[in-house]
């Protein structure tokens, strides 16, 4: 979680307000609708604020950092071109001191498509080792006989039958690219096919391999000490099992594992290394050795 530390600044002059932000960030929920939908189609977005407190909040809604004239915690879309683009909320609430924001969201992106064909993925960015499941949605949702899944404009699955459903196995890295998809349907004894527009599909590992990095001393109290860090990124979803962090100084262990990615170790010569390891999902990487002279 990210924390901004603010400062509240006090005036002897009464009318003067500073506004200040919390360390909490609010969420845009998608609760009808998707994320690519055709002209027309209906979507909502909620703004959701995790406190804990159940405090009362006020909303501020914005497109492309631009500010909407709605403040409810619903913010639903018609399905106009306009929609298109990134949409973000923030919380905000009125206290003795002036009003409290929250960080803003992340954005969310919307895409309105006038076409006959959306690709849509389940879940984005993918993850090593998971399935990814896709539908080709149709405008009007006609019944369909046969679907064809396109990779970099290569045809790589094939499926027949009404609302037929796609699926990636066990994803790897190999499968990022660019994914479209060809359904065709009947109507009034003529065949027709359309064919969606590309969507993207990023597909990451769950732990990356671990940096191993010996940073600056120049606020240590003590001269025979210093940091390590074990740099790396965690992509499992929530909620994600906990890593242990492992430091070797010459293949030996510099004392038990840890929770946090650095340790204060003795400064001594030597080729320095370290280990992640998410033991619930049975994964473990190794960084490249680092060599340390005094």
Not at 109 to 128: F, S, T
Not at 217 to 227: G, R
Request: net charge neutral; proline share 6%.
């Amino acid at each position: 979680m990210l924390y901004t530390l603010c400062f509240l600044v006090f005036s002897t002059l009464p009318h003067l307000v500073v506004p200040a932000e919390t360390s909490y960030g609010a969420i845009v929920e998608l609760v009808s609708g998707h994320s690519r939908v055709f002209s027309g189609e209906r979507l909502q977005l909620k703004c959701r604020i995790p406190d804990g407190r159940k405090s009362t909040w006020n909303y501020l809604w914005f497109k492309e950092s631009k500010r909407l004239e709605h403040d409810s915690e619903i913010l639903t879309l018609q399905g106009s071109f306009d929609d298109n683009g990134a949409f973000q909320c923030q919380g905000v609430r009125d206290t003795a001191v002036g009003n409290i924001h929250t960080l803003k969201s992340p954005p969310v992106d919307i895409n309105v498509d006038g076409g006959w064909a959306i690709l849509h993925v389940q879940q984005l960015p993918g993850i090593v080792n998971e399935n990814l499941n896709i539908t080709c949605r149709l405008r009007g949702r006609p019944r369909l006989h046969e679907v064809i899944l396109y990779k970099d404009g290569v045809e790589v699955m094939r499926q027949s039958g009404f609302n037929p459903r796609l699926s990636l196995p066990r994803l790897r890295l190999e499968d990022q690219g660019l994914y479209s998809c060809r359904a065709s349907w009947d109507d009034r004894r003529q065949t027709h096919s359309a064919i969606s527009n590309d969507v993207k599909v990023n597909v990451l590992e769950v732990l990356t391999k671990p940096v191993l990095e010996i940073l600056p001393d120049n606020d240590l109290l003590f001269a025979d000490l210093m940091n390590i860090s074990c740099s790396l990124q965690y992509n499992a979803r929530f909620p994600a099992p906990p890593i242990h962090y492992y430091f070797y100084r010459d293949n030996k262990r510099l004392g038990p594992a840890t929770s946090e990615n650095f340790d204060l170790v003795k400064r001594r010569p030597g080729l320095y290394s370290c280990k992640a390891k998410v033991p619930q999902l049975g994964l473990c990487k190794w960084s490249e050795s680092t060599q340390f002279e005094e």
